[in-house]
Every structure is written in C-alpha cells, then in structure tokens.
C-alpha cells in the first residue's frame, strides 16, 4: 500500500486485521508509522466530526477541520487511493477520455444506471461518479470557473441569507483557487488565455491554470463563435458567464498533473494526528439517539466485510454526493414518509424533498471530419502517440497536458432564435446574466468513420434546465443501488432551449471563418436532420449527460416543506447533521465548471462549522 500511493489509510482494514478490542487497536496503530487521530479518539472510534464520502467536498472539509488540531474527523470513503486503483489515468490530464471509459471496470465508479427516460426514447444510460479518495474529482474533464453574479444573487434570496452573494462568497471562491500561468509558450500564439491579475487568485489550495496545449480543432471553434456573435472574455473567474473563454483546468503547472481535492487537501495534511481517513470503507447508515440527534455512522469495512459503529461527538457531515447523500437519508429515516414506510424504515424525520428536484444538464453533439490532427490520430496511429507520449513525459506539454476541451462559450439565445419558443418556454425567467446554452469542444469524434481521417466534436450544453429528476430507493439497504431519474428533458422548454442551442452550433461551425477546416458534410446529425422536429428527434435520441446533476437535497428556508438542508447545510427536522456536496445546492448554478461550486461551498461551510459553538 505505502509504494503504490503513499497511503498509509486503511485504517479500517488494520482494526479489523488486529482482532482485538478497540483500544489496544488505537495504541498499536498510533504507535505505528501510520498517519492516525489522537490515540483516545482512534481507540473509541469516537471523533467531533465524522464525514461520509472523501470525495471532492468531503476532503475539502476534512482538511480545513483539522486546521484545528483540537478537533478530529473521521472520513469514511467507500474507495481507496485513486493512484493505487487507476495508476497513471487519474494523474495525466490527457487520459480523462480514457479513463472515462475504464473507470467503472477499475471499480474507481459506483456503475450506476438512471432509469429508462421517458423523454430520451426510453433510453437509459450510465452516471459516472467517483469511488475514490477525491471522488468524481478524479473522474472529471477539470474544467473549472465561477457562476454568475445574478445566480449568487438568486441562490441568497432562495435561502434568506446575504453571505451567498457574489461579492460574499468572492472570498471563498479566492480561497480555493490556486492560480499558476502554463509554461511559457507551451500554448499556441492564437490561444493566448486571458485573465485579469486580480482575478487570477493565487495563494488559494486548489491547483488552478490554463492547458499547456491548446487542440487546433478548439483554435478554429473560436472563430466560429466569433462569427455568431459570442465573444472572447477574460476567464469565467469575475462573476461574468456570458461569452467565450479558454478554460481553466484544475491542473498543476508546470508538472501538468490533475488537481483533486485528494491531492490538493488531503495529501498534504496526511500525517495530522487528527485526522483519521477509513478508505474501503462503506456506511451503511447514519445513527440517530431518541432525540433525533446524529450520533455516528454504521460502516462496513469492504476488505473485511466487518461492521462497526464510527461515533460523532459535534456532527455527523454528509458528502458522499448528488446520489449518495439523498441515499443515506432515506436509509437512515429521512425523506418522504410514504417511502420510508413502503420500505419499513423507521421514520426519523418527514423530509418530502430528499432526493426530489435534481437538476442535471444535457449536452447534444455536432460532428464533422476535420483538416486537422485532432485526438482521433492519438488513437490510429502509434508513431504519433509515441511521440506525444514523449513530449509529455519530456517537456509536459502537448495534447497529454490537457483534457481537451479547451474552451467554454455561454450565452442567452439570441433573439431571432427565440421566435418559435412556446408562451411556457418564453415565461420561464432567468436572472438577466444566467446563460441558456454552453458551447463545448471535443478533439475527437464520436466514431471514427474512416482510418486515417481526423474528427472533431461541437456541442451545445443546456445550462438553465427547468426539468428535474429524482433519487429514490428501491431496498432498505444501502448497498442496492439507488433509482436514479434524472428525468431529462421532461420540461419541453429544455427541448426548444436545446433545439436552438444546436442550431446555433451549425451556425458556428457553417461559417466561413471555419470553412478552411471542415470537410465534407456534417456527420451528426447529418444533413438529413433538418426541421425542429427532426432536430428534436436528434435531441432525443443522442441526448447525454456531462455527469453534472446537482441539487438532490435542496437548500432552501426551514419553512419550505421541499427544503432539506438549511442555508448552513444543516438537515432540517435532525439535530447535528449537515450535508455538504453536490446536493446541498437550491439548483444547479450556470458557469462552466460545477466543481468549483462543490469546491468553494465546502470551504464556506467549513468556516461555518468551526465557528459553531457546542
Ligand atoms: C465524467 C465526469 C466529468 C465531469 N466534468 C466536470 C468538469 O469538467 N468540470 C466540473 O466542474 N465538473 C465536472 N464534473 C462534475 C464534478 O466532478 C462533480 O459535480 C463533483 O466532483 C461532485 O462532488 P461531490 O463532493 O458532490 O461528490 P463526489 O466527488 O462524487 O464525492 C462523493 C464521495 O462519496 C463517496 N461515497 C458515496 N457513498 C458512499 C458510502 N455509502 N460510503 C462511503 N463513501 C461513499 C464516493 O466514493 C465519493 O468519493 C464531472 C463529473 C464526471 C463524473
Ligand atoms: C502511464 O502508465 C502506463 C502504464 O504503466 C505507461 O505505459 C505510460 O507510459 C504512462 N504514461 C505517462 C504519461 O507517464
Ligand atoms: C416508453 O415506455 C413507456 C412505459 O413503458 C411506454 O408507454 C412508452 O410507449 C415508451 N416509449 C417509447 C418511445 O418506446
Ligand atoms: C492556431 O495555431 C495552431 C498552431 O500553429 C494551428 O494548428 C491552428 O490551425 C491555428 N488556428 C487558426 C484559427 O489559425
Ligand atoms: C458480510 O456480512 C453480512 C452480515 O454480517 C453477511 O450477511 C454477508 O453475507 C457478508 N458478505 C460477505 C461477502 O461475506
Ligand atoms: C414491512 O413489514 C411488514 C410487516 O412486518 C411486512 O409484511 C412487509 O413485507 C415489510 N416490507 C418490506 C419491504 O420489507
Ligand atoms: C521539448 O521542448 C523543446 C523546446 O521547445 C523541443 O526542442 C523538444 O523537441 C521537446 N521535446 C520533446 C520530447 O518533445
């Protein structure tokens, strides 16, 4: 274990592995070279704060918790180090594609499966989410950046609490954000990236910078944008998300290794005495005395298959994710009651939101061959991986430093686009700067047709769904799966926002400042796809998830009958119970990188928890 990661974790596997009583266990593991909390609460398996999930929030918690090192945590992870699991696929950027297809094999993904969707053809589909220290973090295309001013806006009204504006989470978001320029040249000179000095914060934790490479494919796609009228911005770290701009990538510069908030928050703060991290490790439930008080998680180790009771003194902190956390809250007692009884779980608390109005985002593609060496070479022909292999090894730079998707545009869709919206869809008001569309790039195509060709994708991304999904149980038991329902595209305003979001792609990439690269005719659709109804076909049939749902346990005031978690992250109905992650948002704020939401609400609420006074 120690070789392969600089682990030194599994705790829970050592506890059992001893077979003794617990506190003849917590003196030998303390007196061994393994990282472990203050020996009394090792040895009680008794900690202030016990967090389930170490994944992109949970670790952001565990490691701002045990700045304090009079307080100890415990962090329950089903996963283990992403690195001894996945080796190299989860460190270099250009293997994101790779591993996205790998990942649930390796068992670094939970495989899970949404429901067959009722808008989408009855298809179904799998959602990545990590199983792993650093959880999706691992998984993700790394983009990162912050949401709109009017969204923070909205996000502090929806919650009755000024700290959620922009300007007052400014300070969490530079927090966070460790910003490192790319190598000096490493980037083509027509992709010169863009931030403004005082944006660019850089004594934050998170790695943050621009690709070391920008694809040729991604050079031209600004053209295109350019001549549709979606300019160049400086990056989305201002509060703006309208226009187009290079991306940040939670990367390290100059190594050009991912960001995550494994390696970013955890592993330098490894080795304190407080802090105990129970990796392979499953929680089954959370554990509630009579006074609906969360006193401690029951877990089940995964090497051993032992079950045992980790125990919360100030709180038990969920953050196992958008699925996982609504999960365990209908497990353990909270959720709708009609749920919880149909599956004889003693009620706790009645919480008719748990695991309701999940936002998620739906993205659709438009394929064309290219004039151009794109990602489709790296995969036909060796001579050239080789050699790129090479320069990343070498010099940490060319299409292996980054993922590939270069840049991100957002806009509201322009008005001759608008006229054949429905009165529901024109009725649906967003605050004047949240985007409608994003316009993403791929450096690859979807198949490759013919050998030796290159492809390359476009898509649009509906960034304001009004459609919602759910999360629901189908056992009492955790270890079955959850019914996941995204329930994409329910609203028929998504279709009609998605339709022109992907006419507006065909319009960028039909322009004459592309026409040098393209050749032939459009792949996908296809030319044959051509009234709004063909085009929403389309939509329905190659319709895919980017892997961004959100919101699942509402935030929102304690009257709201809907909301789950109050404005502090709080389980509203329970005593010391918060969950912090993907799931606590009141809806899916725009921007091009949800991460960084996880990211920068954990480092608010963190702040929170330490000044809580018990
Ligand atoms: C393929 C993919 C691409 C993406 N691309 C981007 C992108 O480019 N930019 C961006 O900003 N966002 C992207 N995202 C989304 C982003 O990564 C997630 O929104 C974010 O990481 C979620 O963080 P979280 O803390 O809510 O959950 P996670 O990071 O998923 O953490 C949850 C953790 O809880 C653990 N866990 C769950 N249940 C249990 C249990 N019962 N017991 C013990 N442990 C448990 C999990 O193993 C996991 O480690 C992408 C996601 C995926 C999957
Ligand atoms: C990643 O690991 C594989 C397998 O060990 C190796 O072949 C490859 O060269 C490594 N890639 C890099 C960029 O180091
Ligand atoms: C989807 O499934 C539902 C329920 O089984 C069925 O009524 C409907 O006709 C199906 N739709 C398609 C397009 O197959
Ligand atoms: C930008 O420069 C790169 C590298 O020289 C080149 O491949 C690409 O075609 C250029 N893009 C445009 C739009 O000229
Ligand atoms: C794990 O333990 C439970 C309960 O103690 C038992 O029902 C189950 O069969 C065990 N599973 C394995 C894989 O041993
Ligand atoms: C719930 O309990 C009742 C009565 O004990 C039993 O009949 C029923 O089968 C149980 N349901 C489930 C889903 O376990
Ligand atoms: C590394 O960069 C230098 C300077 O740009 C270049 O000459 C060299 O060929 C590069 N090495 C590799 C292996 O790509």
Same mark, same amino acid.
């Given at each position: 274990?120690?070789?392969?990661?600089?682990?030194?974790?599994?705790?829970?596997?050592?506890?059992?592995?001893?077979?003794?009583?617990?506190?003849?266990?917590?003196?030998?593991?303390?007196?061994?070279?393994?990282?472990?909390?203050?020996?009394?609460?090792?040895?009680l398996r008794r900690f202030d704060y016990v967090i389930v999930g170490g994944g992109?929030?949970?670790?952001?918690?565990?490691?701002?918790?045990?700045?304090?090192?009079?307080?100890?945590?415990?962090?329950?992870?089903?996963?283990?180090?992403?690195?001894?699991?996945?080796?190299?696929?989860?460190?270099?950027?250009?293997?994101?594609?790779?591993?996205?297809?790998?990942?649930? !094999?390796?068992?670094?993904?939970?495989?899970?499966?949404?429901?067959?969707?009722?808008?989408?053809?009855?298809?179904?589909?799998?959602?990545?989410?990590?199983?792993?220290?650093?959880?999706?973090?691992?998984?993700?295309?790394?983009?990162?950046?912050?949401?709109?001013?009017?969204?923070?806006?909205?996000?502090?009204?929806?919650?009755?609490?000024?700290?959620?504006?922009?300007?007052?989470?400014?300070?969490?978001?530079?927090?966070?954000?460790?910003?490192?320029?790319?190598?000096a040249g490493a980037r083509s000179a027509n992709a010169t990236a863009w931030i403004?000095?005082?944006?660019?914060?850089?004594?934050? +934790?998170?790695?943050?910078?621009?690709?070391?490479?920008?694809?040729?494919?991604?050079?031209?796609?600004?053209?295109?944008?350019?001549?549709?009228?979606?300019?160049?911005?400086?990056?989305?770290?201002?509060?703006?998300?309208?226009?187009?701009?290079?991306?940040?990538?939670?990367?390290?510069?100059?190594?050009?290794?991912?960001?995550?908030?494994?390696?970013?928050?955890?592993?330098?703060?490894?080795?304190?005495?407080?802090?105990?991290?129970?990796?392979?490790?499953?929680?089954?439930?959370?554990?509630?005395?009579?006074?609906?008080?969360?006193?401690?998680?029951?877990?089940?180790?995964?090497?051993?298959?032992?079950?045992?009771?980790?125990?919360?003194?100030?709180?038990?902190?969920?953050?196992?994710?958008?699925?996982?956390?609504?999960?365990?809250?209908?497990?353990?007692?909270?959720?709708?009651?009609?749920?919880?009884?149909?599956?004889?779980?003693?009620?706790?608390?009645?919480?008719?939101?748990?695991? !309701?109005?999940?936002?998620?985002?739906?993205?659709?593609?438009?394929?064309?061959?290219?004039?151009?060496?794109?990602?489709?070479?790296?995969?036909?022909?060796?001579?050239?991986?080789?050699?790129?292999?090479?320069?990343?090894?070498?010099?940490?730079?060319?299409?292996?430093?980054?993922? *590939?998707?270069?840049?991100?545009?957002?806009?509201?869709?322009?008005?001759?686009?608008?006229?054949?919206?429905?009165?529901?869809?024109?009725?649906?008001?967003?605050?004047?700067?949240?985007?409608?569309?994003?316009?993403?790039?791929?450096?690859?195509?979807?198949?490759?047709?013919?050998?030796?060709?290159?492809?390359?994708?476009?898509?649009?991304?509906?960034?304001?769904?009004?459609?919602?999904?759910?999360?629901?149980?189908?056992?009492?038991?955790?270890?079955?799966?959850?019914?996941?329902?995204?329930?994409?595209?329910?609203?028929?305003?998504?279709?009609?926002?998605?339709?022109?979001?992907?006419?507006?792609?065909? !319009?960028?990439?039909?322009?004459?400042?592309?026409?040098?690269?393209?050749?032939?005719?459009?792949?996908?659709?296809?030319?044959?796809?051509?009234?709004?109804?063909?085009?929403?076909?389309?939509?329905? !049939?190659?319709?895919?998830?980017?892997?961004?749902?959100?919101?699942?346990?509402?935030?929102?005031? +304690?009257?709201?009958?809907?909301?789950?978690?109050?404005?502090? *992250?709080?389980?509203?109905?329970?005593?010391?119970?918060?969950?912090?992650?993907?799931?606590?948002?009141?809806?899916?704020?725009?921007?091009?990188?949800?991460?960084?939401?996880?990211?920068?609400?954990?480092?608010?609420?963190?702040?929170?928890?330490?000044?809580?006074?018990?």
């Amino acid at each position: 274990m120690h070789s392969l990661s600089g682990y030194s974790v599994l705790l829970s596997a050592l506890l059992s592995l001893l077979h003794s009583s617990s506190s003849v266990l917590g003196a030998q593991a303390s007196s061994s070279e393994r990282p472990s909390p203050s020996s009394a609460a090792f040895a009680l398996r008794r900690f202030d704060y016990v967090i389930v999930g170490g994944g992109t929030a949970g670790l952001v918690l565990a490691s701002r918790l045990t700045e304090n090192r009079h307080i100890t945590v415990a962090v329950i992870e089903a996963g283990t180090s992403p690195e001894a699991v996945a080796g190299n696929l989860t460190v270099v950027p250009g293997y994101a594609g790779a591993l996205f297809g790998e990942a649930t !094999q390796l068992n670094l993904d939970w495989g899970f499966q949404v429901t067959p969707q009722k808008s989408l053809l009855n298809r179904t589909a799998s959602y990545l989410r990590g199983k792993a220290l650093g959880g999706s973090s691992n998984l993700n295309f790394m983009s990162y950046g912050q949401s709109s001013k009017g969204s923070h806006k909205k996000w502090a009204e929806l919650v009755s609490d000024q700290s959620y504006t922009y300007e007052n989470m400014l300070q969490y978001y530079r927090k966070a954000m460790k910003f490192t320029e790319p190598q000096a040249g490493a980037r083509s000179a027509n992709a010169t990236a863009w931030i403004a000095a005082a944006d660019a914060a850089a004594s934050g +934790t998170l790695p943050v910078t621009f690709g070391a490479y920008v694809q040729s494919w991604s050079t031209w796609v600004a053209l295109g944008l350019e001549a549709i009228g979606i300019h160049q911005v400086s990056a989305f770290v201002n509060g703006n998300n309208l226009g187009w701009a290079w991306n940040l990538y939670t990367i390290k510069s100059p190594k050009a290794t991912r960001a995550t908030s494994e390696t970013a928050y955890l592993r330098p703060v490894l080795r304190r005495h407080n802090l105990a991290v129970f990796d392979s490790t499953f929680a089954r439930r959370i554990v509630f005395d009579d006074s609906k008080t969360a006193t401690g998680v029951e877990v089940t180790s995964t090497m051993t298959n032992r079950t045992y009771i980790v125990s919360a003194d100030k709180e038990v902190i969920l953050s196992a994710g958008v699925f996982q956390s609504p999960h365990l809250l209908l497990v353990s007692g909270v959720g709708p009651k009609a749920v919880l009884e149909q599956y004889n779980i003693s009620l706790i608390a009645d919480r008719p939101g748990v695991g !309701q109005k999940m936002y998620d985002q739906n993205s659709i593609s438009v394929m064309y061959q290219v004039d151009l060496v794109t990602n489709t070479r790296l995969s036909q022909d060796p001579d050239y991986a080789a050699e790129v292999l090479e320069e990343y090894k070498h010099n940490r730079t060319g299409p292996l430093s980054s993922p *590939g998707g270069d840049l991100f545009g957002q806009e509201k869709i322009p008005k001759e686009f608008r006229a054949g919206f429905s009165d529901d869809t024109k009725a649906y008001k967003l605050p004047a700067d949240w985007p409608e569309i994003g316009y993403v790039v791929y450096p690859n195509g979807a198949s490759v047709l013919q050998k030796g060709a290159n492809y390359a994708i476009m898509q649009a991304l509906l960034m304001a769904p009004r459609s919602t999904g759910s999360v629901t149980i189908k056992s009492a038991d955790m270890a079955v799966a959850p019914v996941i329902n995204p329930d994409w595209f329910s609203s028929q305003t998504d279709v009609e926002v998605m339709v022109a979001g992907l006419k507006r792609v065909r !319009q960028a990439l039909s322009s004459s400042a592309m026409a040098p690269i393209i050749i032939g005719d459009e792949l996908l659709p296809g030319q044959s796809v051509k009234t709004e109804e063909d085009m929403a076909l389309y939509v329905a !049939q190659r319709g895919s998830t980017l892997y961004h749902a959100m919101a699942s346990n509402k935030m929102g005031k +304690t009257s709201d009958p809907d909301a789950v978690v109050d404005n502090r *992250g709080r389980v509203i109905g329970v005593k010391k119970l918060r969950v912090i992650d993907g799931s606590a948002f009141p809806f899916l704020p725009p921007g091009p990188s949800p991460q960084t939401q996880v990211y920068v609400l954990a480092e608010k609420l963190a702040d929170d928890i330490k000044n809580t006074v018990y």
